[in-house]
């Protein structure tokens, strides 16, 4: 299962803090899986690519509750974290535009994280933070939930791009090869 992290509603599309929605619905037009059955508190879609079973995941309960959502269909659909649970979230304390995968750790000051880690009662389960930047004379709050800036852009897309292959890399091979090819 694959997680994307963000806010539901028009108002917070193409905000710093929906970069794992943006991602999810770019893997989705990718491997072609519709994002639109709605159950445990999210949207999602399952298909299949390299010969594995897949599940698109888009909490729907807000950022902050966002474990609820991603432990309900863990445990309804079997899943091991460890294995076969990657989350992609953004990331104040990344370089903008930076993208790094981790197999386990803490939740970083990230409020998504932390739910999911209180709420599966692990943290080992793989992790694709999006660096965002950090705020300089925002709060931390106004500035995940402002868009991006006309320069940012750019950098933000090409993000999720590299994301996205990230992904189909932890599919296909695993998650120590792609943290050995994109975490440079």
């Known amino acids: ?3 994307g992290l963000g806010n539901p509603g028009q ?3 193409g905000t710093r803090h929906n970069i794992g929605f943006a991602a999810i619905d770019l893997l989705a037009e990718r491997l072609k899986i519709e994002v639109k059955k709605k159950r445990f508190g999210a949207v999602f879609g399952r298909g299949e690519f390299s010969d594995k079973k897949l599940i698109l995941f888009k909490p729907w309960l807000f950022m902050n509750n966002s474990g609820q959502a ?6 309804f659909y079997k899943l091991a974290p460890a294995s076969d649970l990657l989350v992609i979230a953004d990331d104040m304390a990344l370089e903008l535009g930076r993208i790094r995968l981790r197999k386990k750790g803490s939740a970083g000051g990230h409020k998504g994280l932390a739910d999911i880690i209180e709420k599966l009662g692990t ?19 106004d500035f995940v939930l402002d868009r991006p800036t006309k320069e940012e852009k750019p950098l933000l897309i090409d993000a999720i791009e590299r994301a996205q292959e990230a992904v189909i890399c932890w599919i296909e091979e695993g998650i120590d090869a792609a943290m050995n090819r994109y975490n440079n």
């Open 123 to 141: 943290d080992e389960f793989c992790r694709l933070r999006i660096g965002i930047g950090q705020c300089s004379e925002y709060s931390a709050v």
């Open 11 to 13: 108002e917070y599309i």
């Open 70 to 75: 991603v432990a309900a269909a863990a445990n």
């Open 1 to 3: 299962m694959i997680v």
